[in-house]
């Protein structure tokens, strides 16, 4: 990408939606790990988050293709290069899926239950997901940095206007039931209403939609009732 802000365009909109869909993880976490994962550079394997190979037990949304490259990891206190098998994806959104099943492991229980974008990063680290041991730190100056809470707060702004949506249209729904609902049986459906009732077909002749009421009178014309 030209730029952390193009990176950050591309990303953003697939950790709002999956975040949207359910998504135990922040959006601001989900970006600062991507861009700390990868320098802020779309991979060719579209794998942002650093997952590598692992078992090999394929899902969904990775069907096995790998990668061999050359990494960094923290051992024995010292930052070691060694080559390392990473997933291959078919789009960034396919990796981000994949990486939520990989949270759905009982080790990323406090990833999952976190309440605050500090608290998923601090578990993130805890689980074991990095063995830098400044993974939280680097994620939460990013987060900071880059301001990346916003998308967050994005994601309650659109839930909040997605339950103001549902309501309203409920409200609408239940006015134009109100008004279709007759108060008081129709003088032309009465024999027929009369006769349903008598036949044990209905108790509550009263309150019914026009439709209802014409639907027994076509049956008592005919001779159903």
């Not at 869909?21 to 802020?40: D, H, K, M, N, Y």
């Not at 090999?56 to 051992?75: A, C, H, K, L, N």
């Not at 939520?100 to 578990?123: E, W």
């Not at 990013?142 to 659109?158: C, H, N, P, Q, S």
Request: proline share 4%; glycine share 6%; aromatic share 10%.
């Amino acid at each position: 990408m030209a730029t952390r802000k193009d990176f950050i365009d591309l990303v953003a909109p697939i950790a709002l939606k999956l975040r949207l869909e359910g998504s135990p993880i922040f959006p601001s976490v989900r970006i600062a790990q991507a861009i700390l994962e990868t320098g802020g550079k779309i991979n060719a394997w579209n794998n942002l988050v650093g997952y590598k190979v692992g078992n090999g037990v394929q899902t969904p949304y990775w069907r096995g293709d790998r990668v061999s490259v050359s990494t960094w990891e923290f051992i024995n206190e010292e930052n070691v290069t060694v080559p390392g098998d990473f997933r291959v994806y078919n789009s960034i959104e396919d990796g981000f899926r994949d990486q939520d099943l990989l949270f759905q492991a009982a080790r990323y229980s406090a990833v999952r239950s976190a309440s605050t974008p500090q608290t998923q990063t601090a578990a993130l680290q805890k689980s074991g997901y990095a063995t830098d041991p400044a993974y939280t730190s680097k994620l939460n100056s990013i987060i900071a940095t880059e301001g990346l809470t916003f998308f967050d707060e994005e994601v309650i702004r659109m839930l909040e206007n997605l339950q103001a949506q549902i309501s309203e249209l409920t409200s609408r729904v239940r006015s134009l039931e109100e008004q279709a609902a007759l108060t008081v049986v129709p003088t032309w459906a009465k024999s027929a209403v009369d006769a349903a009732v008598k036949a044990g077909l209905i108790d509550t002749p009263e309150k019914g939609s026009y439709d209802f009421y014409r639907l027994l009178t076509v049956l008592h014309r005919k001779g159903f009732i």
